[in-house]
Structure formats: C-alpha cells, structure tokens
C-alpha cells in the first residue's frame, strides 16, 4: 500500500503560492460557475445598459438625435482636418503616425467626458450619494478630496496632504513637481522662495515693501479634530521645509506674518474653535484677529504715513451655510449628518453708512485668495462686506486697494497685477500685503511674473481705461490656448472662469482694435461644466464680448483657469468677459 505524503505543519506558503493552490483544488459544478459568471456581466454590464436605455427613452444628443451618452465617445476625436493641421516640429515620429496621434482625444476631453458619463448616471446618482452617507456615518470615511475627522469635522485632502508630504523645499521633491506637466498641462515652478524673492525685488525698485502672509492650514491649527495622536494643546504642524522657508525669508528681508500659532494659543485660551467644522476657511473671529495682527505689523514697520481716519464702521449680522467640504462629500441633500454651520460677521461701512469698498488710488494693495475673500464675496454664502480686507481697513481706518481671487494664491493675483492693463496699478503704493494659502507652499505653481514697466511720464494711480472697444461686440475667434477647468467637486470653489487665448479673432458685430486677445467665460457654474470647459485649441468660438475692466468689481474675485502660453504674451493681451454665442 502505497505511503500517504504528509505535510508538515509548519510549512509556510506565499500568497501567491496559496492561491495557486487554492485554485488548482477548487472544483465549481457548471451550475455555479455559470451563475456565477452571470453575476458578473450583470454587475458589468447592467449599469451601462440600463444607461443606454434611459438615454435612447429621454436624453437627445448634442445634434438632436437620441442615442446612448457613452457614444457620443467618437465625437472628442479631432479627426483628420485637426490632425493635417497640426505642424511637423524636427526630429519628431514621421508624418503618419503623428496625424494618428493628433486624431486622438486628449486627455482633458476624456476626463471630461468621463466626468460627464459620472454626473449623467442613473445608477450613480441613486447609489452613491447613499453609499458615501453609510461611509461617512459609520464608518468616518470621507473621499478623493475630504478626510471625515473627528466631532463632526472634515478636512479638506489637499491640506492634509501639503503636511504629510516631503519637504517642499527638498531638491528631490522641486525636481519631481518641475517635472510635472503632461499632455495636458504645463509643468509648474515649484519654488515659492525663487518667486518671493523675484516680486519682492520688483517691488523694491518701485520703493514699495512687501509683507507675506501665508494663511493657516486647518489641520495645522486643530490637529487634534483630525487625529487621536493629537490633544487640544498640540499645534500648529507643519510641512518639514516650512523652517527652511522662514529662514530663506528673514535672510533676505522679507518679512512674514504667519498666524498659525497666534490662532492656536488663542483659540486654547477662549475654549474656541478657529475654522468652520465642515470648511476649509476660519471663523469670522479667527479672520479678524488675523486682521489685527497684520494691522500692528504695520503700524510697527511704520511703512505708512499718519493720516485722517477714514471713519469706517462695523455692522453686526449673521450668515449660515454649510461648508465646502461636505459639498465635496456629494452626500444626499438634507442628509442632516453635518447640520449647517452660523456664524457672527461684521460687514464694514464707510462714514456715509454705504458699504466699503476698495480705492484705486490707496496707498496699499491687498492680494489674496479664499482666505480673504470669505465673507466679502455673497458667492460663498458667507455673507458680503465683511471679509479681511475690509476688517483691516477698518482697523487701519486707511483706504485699501485690493486684487483678492479664489484659488488665486500662488500667481493668480500676481498674474493679474502682472498684466499690461495693470502697469499703473502700482503708482501711489507703498506697501503689498500678499496672502496664500499655506498649502500653495507644497501644491502650487510658483510662475515667475514680471512687473509691467510704469507708464512714462509717470502716471495718477487710477483705473486703467478700457479698451477702445463699443460696450458690446460679437466677435469669432480660433482658440490658441485654453486654461483646465477643476473637474466638478474636487475643489472648494463652485463657480470658475476659463481663460481662452483667442487669435485671428473678428468681430461680427462692433469693433474690435486687435485679433488677438484673452476672454475669461464661465467654465464652471455650480459644480457643473459649462461648454466651454471641454473647448479645445484649434476650435473657432463666438462671443459676446464686454472688457474685464468694466466687470470686475463683480467677478474679479471668483477663481480663473488661466490658459497655458508664453506669460509675457498673455500678459500683454487685452482681457474680456465673454458669453459664448451659438
């Protein structure tokens, strides 16, 4: 009789070594093995078809017709005509196979359309707004984009990210992002101290000081609403550079107002929180002490003249909202798992009693992002009038010219001093407050923008004139470039605006004084894509036209995509607001 193997207890096997076992001794009768490869082409493919049937009953295509979205794949490619356009640089792939390279979607469209395919899903509208409620509620499980924390708190992921992350300043990590770009987008400067020290140049030959002012990382102040490791005493953290970064500061006279610890030992002492639970931003109390601290840097510096106060005033009102995290969450509406947040503001009034508002001709200018923005901009919710600039011109009791835009941090605001349209904005200044947010330290794109030239003859510190344009033109224009508009729901900010570089543009309507200009429409409203989010270089477009200049009180401060493309180019563009014409 043949002798039985024994296997030894305490053999040990890998993983792969136990699955290929597992699968070599399991036995599965025709009956479960067809059902179970029926479950899973259901699972596959009941989704997509039962898509493709609601599309067919009730969802015309863009032509008219009716047919299933997921078709309408074929309808991104360029095609041939794109493709014989496109140019033949040297040394490049030969002819042929360039034009079948240029044939294909790039992959902005594609992650458009895909996000198109995600916000038109019956299925996904039904089932994840749910799936994420029983994530978060049971078991604290945020998303792409949001950390669930604790007590009801939620993070915003960038910021948490922006901490944890390798140094901003390391060598390896400036090399790994300067190598970021891809086919789709341009690769980013990544050192902010290069650029701090560029602007803070410029602005010294114009005999005008600098003061930096890195806004406060939420889980850097409460720490401890995040993670367990942490107690109500512990905070701020920081990114590992961040000291190197102050350091790089001082020793080139650059001075630095950073609140975080200020913000934290106060916070401890009233028994107060700092930020909104469910937000990205801090509390009206926190923005205004911020305020003040800024405001005793500048009285300290004594980089301003003594003046008459201005008179302003404060007004007491409330606003409730619910944070732009937990709309990132895409729970279901009125889920009631985080209630709405209300909070005390102060909008400023000037001596007439009429709302604040920024002068031209004021001897300091104010950049920002978000952080001042909160409360000043009604399209936050927050409330109107009552946001940083007007807290400190009320405590400088001094007018204040401003240039504040969501997500505007690292070079937006800059960009739009930097533009020709601008050259005279910085006449009459003394003094720049620039303000970011402190993750923009690791995450954003630090672009080196040069100052416009004074105009000769030096010029009165008031609003640049408008084009020579009629109020309203209609023109149409072939896309040179065009800025990637965040995909819905993974930034804190709603609404955006598209930057298009426009070239050969012609106005069918009006006059235009030049062909080639840059038009800012609306690529975001809402969380939803507008068409001209998902326009292409080399499409011709029609817009309505009226110049930036005459809107920007009312939209100078909402974030801007801005279109990739030689910075002195654009820079030196006349700039738009277009409403796109069929």
């Not at 809107?551 to 401060?557: D, H, L, Q």
Request: net charge neutral.
């Amino acid at each position: 009789m043949p002798e039985t193997p024994q296997i030894a207890l305490y053999d040990k096997h890998s993983r792969e070594e136990e699955a290929e076992l597992s699968l070599k001794h399991t036995v599965l009768t025709p009956a479960v093995a067809w059902t179970l490869v029926a479950a899973l082409l259901l699972v596959i493919l009941g989704e997509p078809l039962l898509q493709a049937a609601l599309d067919l009953r009730g969802r015309p295509a863009a032509d008219g017709s009716r047919m299933p979205q997921a078709l309408e794949v074929f309808r991104l490619c360029p095609g041939p005509a794109w493709a014989d356009r496109a140019g033949t640089p040297a040394g490049e792939a030969p002819r042929g196979l360039r034009r079948l390279w240029a044939m294909l979607p790039p992959v902005r469209e594609i992650e458009g359309f895909d996000d198109a395919l995600e916000r038109n899903s019956a299925v996904g509208r039904a089932l994840l707004p749910r799936m994420q409620y029983l994530m978060t509620r049971f078991g604290g499980v945020g998303n792409e984009q949001a950390y669930a924390g604790r007590d009801g708190w939620l993070f915003y992921r960038p910021e948490v990210d922006a901490l944890t992350a390798p140094g901003f300043l390391d060598p390896r990590q400036l090399q790994r992002r300067a190598r970021s770009g891809d086919s789709s987008s341009e690769a980013v400067q990544p050192d902010p101290v290069r650029a701090l020290l560029e602007f803070d140049r410029e602005l010294r030959e114009r005999g005008i000081a600098l003061v930096v002012m890195p806004a406060p990382m939420k889980p850097s102040v409460h720490p401890g609403r995040l993670s367990r490791r942490y107690g109500p005493e512990d905070g701020p953290i920081y990114n590992p550079s961040y000291a190197k970064f102050l350091a790089e500061m001082e020793r080139h006279g650059i001075p630095v107002l950073d609140v975080s610890a200020d913000l934290a030992a106060a916070g401890r002492a009233a028994g107060r929180e700092q930020f909104l639970a469910t937000d990205t931003h801090w509390t009206p109390e926190a923005m205004e002490f911020a305020a003040g601290k800024l405001a005793e840097l500048i009285r300290a510096r004594g980089w301003l003249p003594a003046r008459e106060p201005a008179g302003y005033a404060a007004r007491e009102a409330e606003a409730t909202n619910r944070g732009d995290i937990e709309e990132m969450l895409k729970l279901p509406a009125e889920s009631g798992l985080f209630p709405a947040q209300r909070v005390a503001i102060r909008p400023v009034v000037r001596a007439d009693g009429s709302p604040w508002e920024p002068e031209r001709s004021a001897d300091v200018l104010v950049l920002g992002d978000s952080f001042f923005n909160i409360y000043s901009l009604q399209a936050m919710n927050w409330g109107a009038g009552a946001g940083f600039v007007e807290q400190l011109a009320l405590r400088l009791q001094r007018p204040l010219d401003r240039i504040t835009i969501n997500a505007g941090g690292s070079y937006t605001t800059r960009q739009e001093l930097a533009k020709a349209s601008q050259r005279d904005r910085l006449v009459g200044k003394r003094l720049v407050v620039y303000e970011f947010a402190m993750r923009d330290l690791s995450v954003g794109d630090w672009k080196l923008l040069p100052l416009p030239a004074p105009s000769a003859g030096g010029a009165k510190p008031v609003a640049p004139a408008p084009p020579a344009i009629e109020a309203e033109i209609e023109i149409e224009g072939r896309i040179q470039a065009i800025g990637a508009t965040p995909r819905p729901g993974t930034v804190p900010y709603k609404d955006c605006f598209v930057g298009i570089h426009l070239k050969d543009a012609k106005a069918t309507k009006g006059s235009l004084p030049a062909g080639e200009i840059l038009v800012y429409a609306w690529g975001m409203r809402n969380n939803q894509w507008t068409p001209a989010a998902t326009a292409k270089p080399g499409q011709t477009l029609r817009f309505g036209l009226v110049p930036w200049s005459k809107v920007e009180a009312k939209y100078g401060s909402f974030n801007r995509a801005e279109p990739p493309g030689d910075a002195e180019v654009l820079l030196g563009l006349d700039s738009f607001c277009g409403e796109e014409r069929k």
